[in-house]
């Protein structure tokens, strides 16, 4: 079957780095998204990664190893407006999104 | 603001009533999704709809059905759920879904099945 893992929750400290760990099993890969999801709200798209390497832009980056089935979201001097859950999915080998339960952020002053 | 839109934002109903979720997208896109989100649980995708043509649905139960009259208006249509139903029903749109594309979502309808 197909397996997105990402932790259900995490705590960090504003102003601190925090690294989100994503890893799948997926028939196929043509892709792995980020969103972030603000509670009550829509998920909004951050990050695409195809290719092995990291992606950044300004505080957020992503990270991808194809080879190990990994991938993680790294945010850089936390605000309290970062405090959301964030969603890890992998398109797979028919273009159909897999989507991982999600983790939740919290972040403390 | 993602250009997508979902009506009404909460919904409360009982078992027998039947009521729509609407959805509509202003980003010309060519496919639109329905998603059910639960707490702690993966997206699910229960209909897939590109050039108003239904390409996919995922084993949904038919007390729901979805409507798609043209690329941009995109319904879901419910009756005698169940209490389980309640969740978070999020509308999507994106420019190809055989592409590697982006998903944009609406606010979603927080559904309360009584």
């Known amino acids: 079957g197909q397996n997105i893992d990402q932790p259900t929750e995490m705590t960090a400290t504003e102003g601190a780095i925090v690294q989100i760990n994503c890893t799948y099993q997926?028939?196929?890969?043509?892709?792995l998204f980020w969103y972030q999801q603000h509670a009550g709200e829509a998920p909004t798209f951050l990050s695409y990664?195809?290719l092995d390497g990291l992606e950044e832009k300004g505080r957020f980056s992503s990270f991808l190893s194809r080879s190990k089935g990994y991938s993680y979201l790294l945010l850089k001097e936390l605000q309290m407006k970062d405090s959301a859950s964030y969603l890890c999915?992998?398109?797979?080998?028919?273009?159909?999104?897999?989507w991982g339960a999600g983790t939740k952020l919290i972040i403390k002053p | 603001e993602t250009g997508v839109t979902q009506t009404p934002r909460h919904l409360v109903m009982g078992m027998t009533n039947k009521k729509s979720l609407k959805c509509e997208q202003h980003l010309g896109h060519n496919a639109m999704y329905w998603y059910k989100q639960s707490a702690k649980k993966p997206l699910e995708l229960m209909f897939v709809?590109?050039?108003?043509?239904?390409?996919e649905n995922n084993s949904v139960p038919s007390r729901f059905s979805p409507e798609c009259p043209n690329s941009s208006h995109l319904f879901l249509h419910l009756h005698t759920l169940q209490p389980e139903d309640s969740a978070l029903y999020l509308c999507a749109s994106s420019q190809d879904p055989g592409g590697p594309d982006t998903q944009y979502f609406g606010p979603g309808t927080r559904l309360t099945v009584l």
């Open positions: 709809y590109n050039f108003k043509e239904q390409t």
């Open positions: 990664n195809v």
């Open positions: 999915a992998v398109r797979d080998s028919n273009y159909q999104l897999i």
């Open positions: 997926t028939s196929g890969f043509n892709g």
